[in-house]
């Protein structure tokens, strides 16, 4: 039996892929394209990839149709990613985020795959100045944020209705290996840019606001805590290191720990409509998740993994 991983290639995904296969489990790996993941080589014997676009149904089928019978459970992490970038085609990223979660949780009922782990985002809370638990309500203040409840929201109705185990976990700001700061939208760039390099650092806005940013390996660490619990009180669970920092001293601290001097200029207001963190009270009661990593520990062996990157 094997875990299919939806964007088992990507920032968050081939961290969860890799916690997978290093605990032996074979993997399948739904993507639009194979990508070569440096810290998957020497795995290659556990994982499979299989040609899928969530946009597209009848490849979704096709997945489920081949694999169907071997599949024990699903980490639903394929998706968009939110950001400014997000408005630009509204139709198109909610319906890939929301309607893509939807014909995955369709395939799992008509195939009888019970477990279904989705990787959904802090998001959902909306801009807040506290930081929020699981009971509180859903109230996404932009675009992403809704697609993110909703897909949620049918997953839970799938739960409900045709006995899907569905969970669902909140993760917050990730970083880490697997993405160049600069591949990424302004807030990350300027964060972590230094770590390519970068010595002027600007942000139109965000010195009012504080973040929570949690390395990438103790994401797929809790999302795979949630995927393997056998019995579990509650569906949705946040995910965060539990630390934040307000965005000017986060970008300091990460140049200092790079050891990097930046020119820094970050303008008034919040950047994103998110709150500072997320309280992960629930899944480290019930399913003893720690983060192994602080922020020094995260951000020199980013900046590590980032330098033998640009040497290639």
């Known amino acids: 039996m094997a875990v299919l991983v939806t964007g088992g290639y990507g920032m968050i995904g081939g961290w969860v892929t890799h916690e ?87 395939a799992a009922r008509i195939f009888g795959i019970r477990k279904c782990v989705y990787c959904s985002s802090g998001s959902v809370y909306g801009p807040r100045n506290d930081i929020p638990d699981e009971d509180e309500p859903m109230a996404p203040g932009d675009l992403y944020g809704a697609a993110k ?30 993405v160049m700061p600069s591949d990424m939208y302004p807030l990350y760039s300027a964060i972590f840019g230094c770590l390519e390099g970068k010595t002027e650092i600007r ?58 001097s930046a020119d820094v200029q970050v303008g008034p207001g919040r950047i994103m409509p998110r709150g500072p963190s997320l309280d992960s009270t629930r899944l480290r009661e019930s ?9 020094d520990e995260g951000v020199k062996e980013y900046q590590k993994w980032i330098q033998q990157t640009l040497k290639k």
């Open 287 to 295: 399913l003893g998740f720690e983060p192994q990593y602080g922020l």
């Open 149 to 178: 409840a909703s897909a949620e929201l049918f997953g839970l109705q799938y739960a409900n209705e045709f006995d899907v185990d569905f969970r669902a976990v909140r993760v917050f700001f990730g970083y880490g290996p697997g």
């Open 20 to 106: 997978l296969a290093q605990q032996g489990k074979r993997v399948i790996i739904s993507s639009r394209s194979r990508h070569n993941v440096s810290y998957l080589r020497g795995f290659e014997d556990r994982i499979e990839f299989f040609k899928a676009d969530l946009f597209d149904y009848a490849s979704v089928f096709r997945l489920f149709k081949e694999y169907g019978g071997d599949i024990e459970g699903i980490i639903h992490i394929a998706g968009l990613m939110g950001g400014p970038y997000f408005a630009t085609n509204p139709h198109f990223h909610i319906r890939t985020n929301t309607m893509g979660t939807v014909d995955l949780l369709e």
């Open 203 to 260: 942000l139109e806005a965000g010195a009012d606001q504080s973040i929570d940013f949690t390395y990438l390996k103790d994401i797929a660490h809790g999302m795979v805590l949630v995927y393997e619990a056998d019995r579990l009180e509650h569906r949705q669970f946040n995910l965060t290191s539990g630390v934040c920092y307000p965005i000017p001293e986060l970008i300091h601290r990460v140049c200092e720990v790079a050891g990097i």
